[in-house]
């Protein structure tokens, strides 16, 4: 039979998705990350076909001894590397681990505390989302506009009054650390507990480069494993607490995910290795790339957020754009020279301009998983302001950005293995 002309759109789309991304875009959204070759062979693994409700060998199916081997196996490795006492690898998604934990915290009526929306608490913080789904209130945390943080001694004063079930620390706009150590004990004292959503930076915390929330008294981690994690999209819970673990581990299953998605397993167990081995030489190369586009954007005539405290401790870099036309315009400007950022709302900004915010927010973890160094954070500014601040031509821009990818196709940070000699049915991408 000739192939239906619906089915040679699919292949195409594939096609040029893979094509565009992989080769031909400079990826510098902050949520997003590549894996490497080794744990995409994984992935496309017969685990992706199979159920495994449970945890490791107390299962509700039969078939799943391998899948009860590598669940261990990834379990083990994400404790030794984060490092954390439990963790919990089911959750499908960073906004169920969220969920799965708010869950247990609290109950519809009660409150909690997050960075105000703006500031870049991630919508399953809030009212919007998973909160609010929960029937769980949230309240704003005061914010330092200078510091660009939450302001300690405001927050403190809040957490007394309010006496919420628990407080919210990271984001998804996360330039410098929230202040963990310096709340926590004064969110245990009013017998509430300190969640740390480590979505954005859960990379940066296995390198070391970032500390990790445990060791600062957050009772419970959240994460998501796509982000400066390279891993497959997909999420985690990880807590020191044995009890509280316990507690939130017992309804992951059934409340919140039945089949965990279980090619996830071996990709991020791969992923949690390549981690183990240089995931301090990447967090450490992303933070000063973070730092150097930074400074390059800021020397070109962009208003970068944070100058005076040094722009940037993470992966991101946030640009006020507003006077250059507003983030939604310079975004689709960026997108049609093939630069790929998103539009943000700063702390600056009011929620309602979500649709057309001051921002852009800007992460360097993909690139720089690509290979790229300071010198290329400089090449990236200078095509920027091309677009942004001289008004060229982005089609014409677009030609410089794709000479500057086709320099850099392959993933960093990662072991040679030569796939071959493990296959003879490989699964190809199609590329
Ligand atoms: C991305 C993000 C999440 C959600 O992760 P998903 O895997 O997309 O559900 C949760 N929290 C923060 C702070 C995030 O930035």
């Not at 994460?223 to 009890?243: R, Y």
Request: glycine share 6%; with cysteine; aromatic share 8%.
């Amino acid at each position: 039979m000739e192939l239906p002309e619906e089915l040679t759109k699919v292949i195409q789309l594939t096609k040029e998705q893979n094509t565009w991304r992989r080769t031909e875009t400079i990826n510098l959204i902050a949520s997003e990350n590549v894996m490497s070759p080794l744990a995409e062979a994984v992935y496309m693994s017969d685990f992706m076909s199979r159920y495994a409700e449970g945890k490791p060998y107390k299962r509700f199916y039969q078939g799943t001894k391998y899948v009860d081997e590598i669940e261990s196996l990834a379990i083990e490795l994400m404790n030794e590397v984060t490092p954390a006492k439990n963790s919990d690898l089911r959750p499908i998604s960073g906004t169920i681990a969220n969920a799965a934990v708010f869950r247990i915290l609290a109950n519809p009526g009660d409150k909690a505390l997050i960075a105000p929306v703006q500031a870049g608490s991630h919508v399953s913080h809030t009212k919007f989302g998973t909160l609010g789904a929960l029937g769980i209130q949230h309240i704003e945390m005061p914010f330092d506009k200078e510091n660009i943080n939450v302001d300690v001694d405001k927050a403190i004063k809040m957490i007394e009054e309010v006496k919420p079930k628990f407080v919210v620390l990271g984001g998804s706009l996360y330039l410098f650390p929230h202040p963990t150590k310096e709340l926590a004990p004064h969110v245990h004292a009013v017998g509430a507990k300190l969640v740390y959503d480590a979505a954005h930076v859960y990379g940066l915390i296995v390198g070391k480069a970032w500390s990790n929330p445990l060791d600062e008294g957050a009772d419970v981690m959240t994460t998501s494993t796509h982000k400066t994690f390279p891993g497959p999209q997909g999420g985690s819970i990880l807590s020191n607490d044995d009890e509280l673990f316990k507690e939130i581990s017992r309804t992951i299953f059934p409340w919140f995910v039945s089949n965990h998605h279980l090619h996830r397993l071996p990709a991020t167990a791969v992923t949690l290795i390549e981690m183990k081995y240089f995931g301090k030489d990447y967090a450490s190369q992303i933070t000063k790339n973070a730092k150097k586009l930074a400074e390059a954007l800021a020397e070109r005539g962009f208003k970068v957020v944070g100058e005076h405290l040094g722009y940037t401790k993470s992966h991101q870099v946030a640009v006020n754009v507003r006077e250059l036309g507003g983030g939604a315009k310079i975004a689709k400007l960026l997108e049609e020279a093939n630069i790929i950022v998103n539009k943000n709302l700063l702390p600056c900004d009011t929620p309602e301009t979500v649709s057309n915010p001051s921002g852009l927010r800007i992460g360097v973890q993909e690139m720089t998983r690509y290979g790229m160094r300071e010198d290329e954070m400089d090449e990236i500014a200078e095509l920027m302001k091309k677009v942004a601040i001289d008004g060229k031509d982005p089609k014409e821009v677009r030609k410089e950005v794709i000479e500057l990818r086709k320099r850099f196709l392959e993933v960093k940070y990662t072991f040679n293995v030569d796939l071959s000699s493990y296959s003879s049915k490989s699964i190809p991408m199609i590329i």
